[in-house]
């Protein structure tokens, strides 16, 4: 059973990433320009002057956060930030989606068009400053996670109902071609974001569903969670015991949303998660 872990609404809640470091969680609301977090009963929030989607630790006192058009080095205490490396900063109908680190120290990071241009879009990684396009003609980036021992990573294109999965070699970078993990549409559904727990399996948000689906490594169905909120966005494993799964949703598409659209939900999780990768800069 889901419960709501924070009220307050996002118009396109997404990203969310526990700390493990602080025990804190952090979120964003994309089209409104805002990072969200929340500690016990402390509630933070900051504004930006750009779209920012997706995040990552550096340190105790430093995130990598992906915003419109470029990485950002942003310090928390502060609420500072400054450009690490420019994100298609010469394309202006572009903007950051989905993003993780890698097993490796690496970061990466998804754009598309603002309003959902076909195959506008691309995936790309940073690694020890260099900034490198691996996937080209993507339209919504999604889904972005790695299995635990770094060999595989994995990403969606919402609009093309399909999950991916690709082999890394050496420094994370991809060594093969991506093979289909996941072809949901015959099942009607949109893959969002995803996250791959200390087990292997993998964790897919799917839009419109209200929920979120546990996935064996085989791409065999396990499991649903629900959610109330219809736009379930991105899920994120968290909590002392990383067995807490929060779950972003967002208000975008919904005529009439609902106080339940948009919140930040948890669930204790039939598995156990993983503490995201540390980012080497």
Not at 16 to 21: A, G, K, R, T, V
Request: net charge negative.
């Amino acid at each position: 059973m889901s419960e709501i872990f924070d009220s307050r609404n996002c118009f396109l809640g997404e990203g969310p990433f526990w700390h493990p470091q602080r025990e804190q969680l952090f979120w964003f609301d994309i089209i409104n320009c805002r990072l969200l977090s929340r500690k016990g009963e402390q509630v933070f929030e900051w504004n930006f002057e750009v779209s920012v989607s997706a995040c990552g630790w550096i340190n105790s006192e430093q995130l990598l956060i992906a915003a419109e058009n470029a990485l950002l080095v942003f310090d928390i205490n502060t609420g500072s930030s400054s450009e690490l490396i420019a994100l298609e900063a010469d394309n202006t109908l572009t903007r950051s989606n989905d993003g993780r680190a890698d097993p490796f120290g690496g970061f990466w990071v998804g754009t598309m068009g603002k309003k959902a241009e076909p195959e506008a879009g691309a995936i790309y990684r940073y690694f020890q400053g260099e900034l490198r396009r691996l996937h080209a003609r993507i339209t919504i980036p999604n889904s972005i996670c790695f299995s635990p021992d770094g060999s595989r990573a994995y990403f969606a294109d919402t609009s093309k109902q399909i999950i991916w999965t690709q082999k890394l070699g050496a420094n994370g970078w991809p060594d093969a071609e991506p093979e289909i993990f996941l072809d949901l549409t015959s099942k009607g559904l949109y893959p969002d974001g995803s996250v791959v727990d200390a087990g292997g399996d993998l964790w897919n948000a799917q839009w419109g569903s209200g929920s979120v689906a546990r996935y064996s490594q085989k791409g065999e169905f396990l499991e649903r969670v629900y959610v109330s909120g219809v736009h379930s966005s991105c899920p994120a494993f968290g909590g002392s015991g990383f067995d807490t799964l929060y779950v972003t949703t967002a208000q975008e598409g919904i005529e009439l949303p609902s106080t339940a659209d948009g919140v930040v939900y948890q669930v204790k999780a039939a598995a156990t998660g993983q503490p995201e990768p540390q980012i080497i800069l």
